[in-house]
């Protein structure tokens, strides 16, 4: 039996405008950038500030994994990227004066691609003890609870997190992500099935 550990995203708005949002996200956005971008800089006083650097090159490159509904997505049929994160992201670019480069990215390395300078600052991602040793984060502006996720007919069987904990039950996630770490530690006796990019868990579920 594959069941999925996914996520149920609730996004919180409360009763304002959008445009609102999205000034309070190019903020938070902004914050992200110092603190990531200054965190990695050579210990030297001459050294040239990533900032300093986006700023001269007049290029903000983003890593994305286009996959993450309503996050980032990346349309096949015109190879370009949108969503929520995409619409921020945008806007930011367009506060500090340049352009925006979107890079393709993966779960598993998207940290690593900052830390590597493959591209400046990356979209949302979870905030994890492994991933903040390395780099920074922003405070959250948005939030969301991770459920697991079973076909219909297999509500009644699976109406419980400890009813998936079993040896008989495989449980799929996406390689690289913090779902993947939580499924470790919440159904340690299931069989994990880790599927990479571009296959999702959900996909696996839906094929039984």
């Known amino acids: 039996m594959l069941n999925i550990f996914g996520l149920g995203l609730r996004i919180v ?47 903000l490159k983003v890593g994305t994994t286009g996959d993450w509904d309503p996050m980032t997505m990346k349309d096949p049929s015109t190879n370009k990227y949108k969503g929520f994160d995409i619409d921020v992201m945008n806007e930011l670019a367009k506060d500090m004066g340049v352009k925006v480069e979107f890079v393709p990215a993966e779960w598993k390395t998207i940290v690593s691609g900052i830390t590597s300078a493959r591209y400046d600052i990356s979209t949302s991602v979870t905030k994890t003890p492994k991933r903040a040793e390395v780099a920074g984060f922003t405070d959250t502006y948005y939030k969301y609870g991770t459920v697991p996720l079973v076909l219909k007919k297999n509500l009644k069987k699976f109406s419980t997190w ?33 599927v990479e990019a571009p296959a999702r868990d959900f996909q696996e579920v839906l094929a039984g």
């Open 13 to 59: 708005r409360q009763d304002y405008s959008l445009n609102y949002y999205i000034y309070q996200l190019l903020l938070t956005m902004k914050k992200i950038l110092f603190v990531v971008l200054f965190a990695l800089l050579p210990f030297s006083l001459n050294a040239e500030s990533n900032l300093d650097k986006i700023l001269s090159s007049g290029v």
């Open 162 to 194: 400890d009813s998936l904990n079993s040896p008989s039950v495989t449980i799929a996630t996406t390689l690289g992500t913090s779902q993947e770490e939580k499924a470790k530690e919440f159904f340690p006796k299931s069989k994990l099935n880790s």
